[in-house]
């Protein structure tokens, strides 16, 4: 488990800290790599400069992407994501947003999103769901092979 | 937390031990009443493309959540994906693979078929009790489900 890395897509500061917190509550021991806007998961996944070391920067087992970024949308990043041709593209991308309509939900899965959460209200209902996220993601699901192939 | 919405999960294996102790554990995690278990690949496409007695859709609701072994008698796991990838009435529905294969090539095989997730097949009674638990509280509990295209009705907040 200790190559498994979170990637937290989220440019509100405050909601940044209570996810930090609830992952805490519930012992994630995968380190959190945290970026505010879309450019900038652009530039990691790709490796590009301030990125280019991997075993300081490394691709995450899961993404948990906001959809209302600055300068580039969660679902722009997630389109770039599954559209790219190296195994970047299979990146398991979990949706982590406020909103709750239908449109954004379906618009996600229509680009390539593997889940869809809703950021709950209370404190309790977030530590419920970094359990259940972190039991699933990171110790249950098979994530795919990230290197190249030689 | 979601309120669990009143449709099923479609269960796909032909094996009759495996589905047999998928079910119990199912029922141990206290969805029996809601799973679907199909055993075909070609009654999978009848059921999701709702032909046949499956076009009642009060009796044989879209699925919340299919999950798929990729072994099936008649049809490959992952050409089933695709196919349910490439229509707009299944394009959307989750899909967890549960395989009892750890094949690099076959997982990533699989995400690019579409699937979301890839769930090893546990060993022991207590692993797969766990194992289901796991996929019906992360699936049912916390996900937020797409809309089929013809259902464009908003849920509820």
């Known amino acids: 488990m200790e190559d498994r890395i979170v990637l937290l897509v989220e440019d509100d500061p405050a909601d940044v800290r209570l996810v930090q917190r609830a992952f805490a509550k519930v012992g994630l021991q995968a380190p959190l790599v945290r970026l505010g806007n ?3 998961v652009v530039a990691y996944l790709k490796g590009d400069p301030p990125y280019e070391n991997r ?8 993404i948990l992407l906001d959809i209302k970024l600055p300068r580039r949308s969660g679902l722009e990043v997630l389109e770039w994501v599954r559209a790219r041709k190296n195994p970047v593209r299979r990146i398991p991308i979990v949706m982590f947003t406020s909103s709750r309509h239908s449109t954004d939900i379906n618009g996600a899965y229509d680009a390539g999103a593997n889940s869809y959460l809703a950021k709950p209200e209370t404190t309790a209902q977030l530590v419920a769901m970094a359990e259940a996220f972190k039991t699933y993601w990171i110790h249950l699901n098979e994530q795919p092979t990230l290197q190249q192939a030689a | 937390m979601n ?4 449709r099923p999960i479609l269960f796909v294996e032909d094996d009759p031990t495996q ?3 998928m079910m119990r554990a199912f029922e141990q995690a206290g969805v029996s009443r809601g799973i679907f278990h199909a055993t ?3 009654q999978v496409l009848s059921y999701l493309n709702g032909f046949g007695k499956y076009s009642d859709r009060t009796k044989f609701p879209t699925p919340v959540l299919v999950i798929l072994d990729l072994r099936l008698p008649d049809l490959p796991g992952l050409q089933l994906l695709n196919a349910m990838r490439s229509r707009p009435e299944t394009r959307r529905i989750p899909v967890v693979v549960f395989s009892g294969s750890a094949d690099d090539k076959m997982i990533a095989a699989a995400y690019d078929a579409g699937a979301n997730s890839y769930i090893p097949k546990s060993g022991t009674a207590k692993e797969r ?4 638990a796991a996929i019906v509280r992360y699936w049912l509990d916390m996900n937020r489900v797409p809309n089929p295209p013809s259902v464009q009705t908003a849920r509820a907040v």
Do not use: F, Q, S
């Open chain 1, 38 to 40: 879309g450019d900038d």
């Open chain 2, 3 to 6: 309120v669990r919405i009143n």
């Open chain 1, 55 to 62: 075993a300081a920067y490394p691709l995450p087992t899961v």
């Open chain 2, 129 to 132: 009790a766990e194992t289901v």
């Open chain 2, 19 to 21: 589905a047999k102790l």
């Open chain 2, 40 to 42: 075909t690949g070609e």
